[in-house]
Nanobody
Framework: QVQLVESGGGLVQAGGSLRLSCVASGSTFSRYGMAWFRQALGKERDIVAALTWSGISTYYADSVKGRFTISRDNAKNTVYLQMNSLKPEDTAVYYC?????????????????WGQGTQVTVSS
């Protein structure tokens, strides 16, 4: 099993940037596909970005392409989400997730392990 702890959320003005971090512990981090999801108030939890074990292959939701970057540092057991040009519609709780699959899955059911979430609020 793997335990995930997110950090880096906060309040930012539109157009600003934040970097989320997710530290994993308890298992071999490099053997987990990783992803970031987000859930706005009253809405479903949706994929933001995902990457494979090596981090070479990535996936982005259309709404964040060109603004967000997902990356991982296997030596530090950490996955990052760099968020630039933030918009009010990016406001949500952001969750880090892990899967034993080495593919780019965009559905919540593919991920067995979840962090507690970190709030991102973008003011207009």
């Amino acid at each position: 099993q793997v335990q995930l702890v997110e950090s880096g959320g906060g309040l930012v003005q539109a157009g600003g940037s934040l970097r989320l971090s997710c530290v994993a512990s308890g298992s071999t981090f490099s053997r987990y596909g990783m992803a970031w999801f987000r859930q706005a108030l009253g809405k479903e939890r949706d994929i933001v970005a995902a990457l494979t074990w090596s981090g070479i292959s990535t996936y982005y939701a259309d709404s964040v392409k060109g603004r967000f970057t997902i990356s991982r540092d296997n030596a530090k057991n950490t996955v990052y989400l760099q968020m630039n040009s933030l918009k009010p519609e990016d406001t949500a709780v952001y969750y880090c997730a892990a899967t034993r699959l080495n593919n780019l899955s965009a559905v919540t059911t593919a991920y067995a392990y979840w962090g507690q979430g970190t709030q991102v609020t973008v003011s207009s």
